[in-house]
């Protein structure tokens, strides 16, 4: 039976906790995931329903792609948006060293996940690359859509948020991880987190089971 891809699972990046608050405090105020969504940058969304023994095959699949990529930085250092029909959503753009690290990961696990392509080729919804981002929020939700005011709402926020960022989160990114959740207004669970760099160790080139619920911070 061939899976079926949902939005409540994804593969992504969470960054440590310790850099969340200046995240948390703009989600916080306009972002309506804010207490589903974890801070993240998503590698793959819809991802494989997480029934039966679907998480941790697709776990195992993960880390056996992921065994050769070693540990990156990332800074957060610049906010963008993207225009919708009615809103905007602002988002910030992550920075690899080494450079495009994010899509490194993204072709791999296309590599062993071949049909979930929805954030690199999806004409539907206009995308033909894969484009990491972070998103912080939505605005100008009230205006008229594909208005002028909506990308004025959006640019005034960007300019605003940009000026006021004045410590830039880095982090190493160690793992990615496979989140799911039961419904779509349920909040994410951390099923499983993927090493990077495993190479030849067997502990670190397995899956590891986490099962860490998202609580609002």
Known sequence: MPNVKVH????CIIPPKNIWSQIQAIRAVHDKSYI???PHINLMYPFYEDVGSNFEKAGQSAAEALKNIQPFEISLDEFQYFRHNRSSTLWLNPQTRPENRLQTLHSALLGV???CTDLSNDPRRGINTFTPHL???????NCRPKSDAADAAAQQAQLE???AWDSVP????????????RGKTDPFTVRYLVQLGGGGSSAMSRAQEVNE???VS
């Not at 409540?8 to 593969?11: E, P, T, V």
């Not at 998103?135 to 939700?141: D, H, R, T």
Request: glycine share 6%; charged share 15%.
């Open 8 to 11: 409540q699972s994804a593969i």
């Open 36 to 38: 589903r969504w974890m």
């Open 113 to 115: 996940f071949p049909d």
């Open 135 to 141: 998103s912080v929020g939505q605005w100008g939700q």
């Open 161 to 163: 948020l940009q000026t």
């Open 170 to 181: 880095q982090f190493e990114v160690t793992s990615v991880a496979l989140i799911s959740r």
């Open 213 to 215: 619920p998202y609580e």
